[in-house]
């Protein structure tokens, strides 16, 4: 047998680097673990072309010492690097670069997507040689770590056992190992694996057609053959927190957890965006099977925007995964996923999972002791949709209670619920309502219906405790844990309640559908029961830490949440577990520190009778204005800034009637922000006249500087730039007086100011400002991240300038700065801002003539204005694709498009401050 491969490229510049590399790789070679190449093995007088691309093809791991020398190779640049990385691609095969010397290594863009060595890309070079000889020991180790998982004999066509610890299955639904009539999706699944080209496989079909258990008997074929070369397998079910389309989900604790398990030291720092974009690379570092079951939850329903993702750190992490990845991403789901449809036919494809065939339907009640002619069962299944669901639920109640009679079907009430909302197998979920009445079986199902998710076995505990709740746990007091116990074992064996899973978990589990019909049942028909289980969850889950630190520590809290609103005890949930606990006593700590914005809103939704506008009426009037204004603040950071006017303008309305002025002042000036961003700019300078008034009303001094910033700044975008600069003179005479030790506009205000600065050509101001204000953002605490990245913004912009007017080639300064801000946005999560440092750079970036990653950021900058309904920003990047196409200069008709349509949604918007840069570029294509 031969040993695997490492083939090592690099320049001959850096002879001395990679023999310092082979001394240490050498020690493990000599061992046996893997054969070593460079081109020193080739003989004098050999095709040495011919032999380095036969090493190239045979390689199993290609080890990059990266360098200036490295980077400006022709043979490396032309036949090396393209070779691995169209085998890393369609193979899979593992690419190891490694930093050795100081080098521009961030502006190559198929390097920096890649996890450098040393860690973040510090060049080897850089420490002394105690340092060098420890990171390059780590990198050996690490490289003997990735070459053990290869098979030494590639003709092998066995697969090598995966650890158990790289295995996480724990959170997948268990289901019935029956499949019927699924071969040919089967072998789709297999197909998928087995094609390097294909990285995201979503399975689409509603409810109960059987979705979990094609993909949970197909990992189980793979785990049958060790995951067939998979390196680490993780599973998720989102059905865990309920799988109704219109429920406010989160896919923080996924996020968090899956962060956690592939090694991420911080798993909750960062926006959901850079979490999500982390996470997605932790996954391509090896071949991962990635199952996700259920992403309804977290898909809008469907109607206009239907299956878009809603959270935004799980969309970053498909489109990644879409984008590039070695291994698979599995996805179930009731809706198409829209955020990846301009992938499918390439990296992703649609399954779609149809209802099961005649003769499947058949083949299935046959094996569920279902009795009649082959033509009876097939009627029986088109009877009922040839719905899997429905129609194992069927077998098993006819098995059960009519000795299997197919004819006894007609004992099951028909139901007029349409047939993809699960109405075939609710008939038959009706009809064991009633066989199961008085008995414990149907207050089981009752208490899963409660939990609409998995129900832990403490949980349960709390539910049973005395004094019984009646009509619920009452009848509980006749039975013993034996009784308990086999009514528990009846369920399984009908198939309603899930098998015990293979993980020794303590929960009790079974289909979504399911829970969702006992649950409507129970708070319809009980109401009093239905209060007080949740009452009971509610004291359960909030007997946990005091000031939880991470997002898996808040899980329990938000939980709470929900239950005591279920409960109608909203003020107490809002007061103690909402404000007190999860935002730390409004420091907004989950939300600044931990970034689960998306796990807020779900919170928040449970205060509301109609999202986002009607909070239920057991709040205080403060209260209800505190989650209106709340609601819009984490609809505006999503990105979702059409939802967020509705609970904006309630709550502005509702601190008037209560001639709350401060919150008036707030609510005013926050809704004239977003007017502007949606393009609105009428009623944007309306609402922010109206903040000036109302903070003037209050009397505080930051409130009025405040506003009258947002004022300045609506003037600025309608164009009336005199009387922008007017107030915000005015606005900075406030501050001198306010806080003389920081006389002039800082944060927020001082970046609209800056802005208006630069649209007049004045860089010099903005460097001396900036420059200042980004001294004072840099001593404050975290919360003033935005800040510094505004700063940033501001500084890239105005050195962009000046190397342009100046015409010294040097954008150094300019890039560093906007790189900075970027990362600082992103990592903030401030959607409204984002477009505007990618439309910079991109700027900059077309300047230098690299117009590849200026079509990338602009692209990202209208994808994230369209999403958010951002008109300004749609608007500019329409101006700024026109200006991309006549640098290019090659795509004249595409720039007059990308023109005309800018110039008319100016026009409509009343964006006037943008009638100058219409202009100038009309004038170019005259």
């Known amino acids: 047998m031969t040993s695997p491969t490492v083939f090592i490229s690099y320049s001959h510049k850096d002879e001395a680097c990679k023999d310092r590399l082979v001394s240490h790789l050498g020690v493990l070679q000599h061992e046996g673990l893997f054969d070593l190449w460079d081109d020193r093995r080739i003989g004098a007088g050999e095709d040495w072309e011919k032999e380095i691309e036969e090493a190239m093809a045979n390689a199993n791991v290609a080890i990059l010492l990266v360098s200036a020398d490295f980077l400006t190779s022709k043979f490396i640049r032309g036949t090396e690097v393209p070779t691995f990385l169209k085998r890393r691609d369609e193979e899979g095969m593992r690419i190891f670069p490694i930093i050795v010397k100081p080098c521009a290594w961030k502006q190559v863009e198929w390097l920096s997507r890649m996890n450098l060595r040393p860690k973040d890309g510090k060049p080897l070079s850089g420490g002394n040689e105690h340092q060098i000889d420890t990171d390059v020991v780590a990198i050996a180790e690490e490289v003997a770590a990735i070459i053990k998982r290869v098979p030494k004999d590639s003709s092998d066509k066995g697969h090598a056992h995966l650890d158990p610890e790289k295995i996480s299955l724990a959170k997948l639904p268990s289901t019935s190992s029956l499949l019927f009539g699924r071969q040919k999706e089967l072998e789709a699944l297999d197909a998928a694996w087995d094609d390097h080209k294909t990285n995201i496989v979503t399975l689409v079909a509603w409810g109960g057609v059987g979705k979990t258990a094609l993909v949970n008997a197909w990992r189980n074929q793979m785990g049958d053959d060790s995951f067939r070369g998979a390196e680490r397998v993780f599973g998720w079910s989102f059905y865990s927190q309920g799988a109704s389309e219109d429920k406010q989900v989160s896919a923080d604790m996924f996020i968090a957890s899956a962060l956690k398990w592939f090694g991420d030291p911080e798993p909750d720092e960062g926006s959901p965006w850079e979490k999500g974009e982390r996470l997605a690379d932790f996954i391509k570092k090896q071949k991962t099977l990635l199952i996700l079951d259920g992403v309804e939850p977290l898909q809008n329903p469907p109607g206009e925007g239907g299956g878009r993702i809603k959270d935004p750190g799980f969309k970053s992490l498909l489109r990644e995964m879409a984008n590039h990845n070695p291994g698979l991403c599995v996805i179930t789901t009731r809706l198409e996923v829209d955020d990846i449809k301009d992938f499918i036919g390439n990296s992703a494809q649609n399954i779609p999972l149809d209802h099961l065939s005649p003769d499947a339907g058949m083949e299935l009640l046959k094996h569920l002791g279902v009795k009649g002619t082959s033509k009876e069962l097939k009627q029986a299944s088109r009877e009922f949709g040839y719905h899997a669901l429905a129609l194992t639920l069927l077998g098993s109640y006819l098995t059960v209670v009519y000795d299997g009679d197919v004819r006894k079907r007609d004992r099951i009430a028909r139901l007029t619920d349409e047939e993809e909302h699960g109405g075939h197998a609710k008939r038959v979920m009706e009809s064991y309502e009633e066989w199961f009445k008085g008995k414990p079986e149907l207050n089981i199902l009752y208490i899963m219906g409660v939990f609409g998710r998995p129900a832990e076995g403490g949980a349960i505990k709390a539910l049973m405790t005395k004094p019984a709740i009646n009509g619920l746990t009452s009848d509980f007091k006749k039975f013993s844990s034996k009784n308990w116990l086999f009514a528990l074992n009846r369920l399984r064996k009908v198939g309603i309640l899930s098998n015990k899973d293979a993980f020794g978990s303590d929960k009790l589990d079974c289909h979504p559908l399911m829970r969702e019909h006992f649950g409507e049942k129970l708070k319809e028909n009980n109401p009093e029961a239905w209060k007080e289980a949740h009452s009971r969850l509610y004291e359960y889950y909030k007997k946990t830490k005091e000031f939880p630190d991470t997002i898996e520590e808040m899980a329990p809290l938000y939980a709470a949440v929900a239950h005591g609103c279920e409960a109608e005890r909203h003020q107490e949930a809002l007061n103690e577990v909402y404000w007190y606990r999860i935002q730390k006593r409004g420091e907004y700590f989950s ?64 601190a008037i009637v209560q001639e709350d002025w401060m919150n008036s002042a707030r609510a005013a000036s926050n809704f004239s922000e977003l007017h502007l961003t949606l393009g609105n700019l009428a009623l944007g300078l309306d609402y922010a006249k109206q903040g000036v008034e109302y903070a003037n009303r209050c009397g505080d001094a930051f409130e009025r500087i405040s506003h009258k910033t947002t004022l300045a700044d609506a003037l600025h975008q309608a164009g009336r730039l005199s009387e922008a600069e007017a107030a915000f003179v005015e606005a900075e005479e406030m501050q001198k007086e306010w806080n003389s030790e920081r006389p002039i506009l800082d944060s927020l205000g001082g970046f609209r100011y800056c802005d208006l600065l630069l649209s007049q050509r004045e860089y010099r101001k903005v460097l001396a400002r900036a420059g200042q204000t980004l001294g004072w953002n840099k001593t404050l605490e975290w919360d003033s ?59 900059l970036y077309w300047v230098q003539g690299e117009f590849e990653k200026a079509q990338r950021d602009l692209d990202e900058a209208m994808r994230i204005a369209e999403h958010g309904s951002m008109g300004l920003q749609k608007a500019d990047c329409h101006l700024e694709y026109a200006r991309l196409c006549l640098a290019m200069g090659e795509k004249e008709e595409d720039a007059r498009r990308n023109l005309d349509t800018a110039k008319e949604m100016i026009g409509e918007m009343g964006y006037h401050r943008r009638d100058t840069d219409v202009r100038e570029i009309e004038e170019k294509l005259l």
């Open 591 to 654: 939300t600044k520190k931990l970034g689960a914005i998306v796990s807020n809103l779900f919170a928040l939704s449970c205060f509301f009778d109609s999202p986002w506008s009607r909070p239920v009426e057991g709040l205080t009037d403060a209260a209800k204005v505190f989650i209106l204004a709340d609601a819009s603040f984490h609809l505006r950071a999503l990105g979702r800034l059409a939802e967020s006017v509705q609970p904006m303008l309630v709550a502005l309305d509702a």
């Open 785 to 843: 991240l935005l800040s510094i990245a505004l700063d940033h913004l501001s500084l890239g912009r105005a050195h962009l300038l000046q190397t342009r007017q100046k015409e010294t080639g040097d954008f150094t300064l300019g890039a560093e700065h906007l790189n900075q801000a970027v990362d600082g946005l992103r990592q903030q999560g401030a959607q409204e801002f984002i477009p505007g440092g990618l439309l910079a750079r991109a700027e």
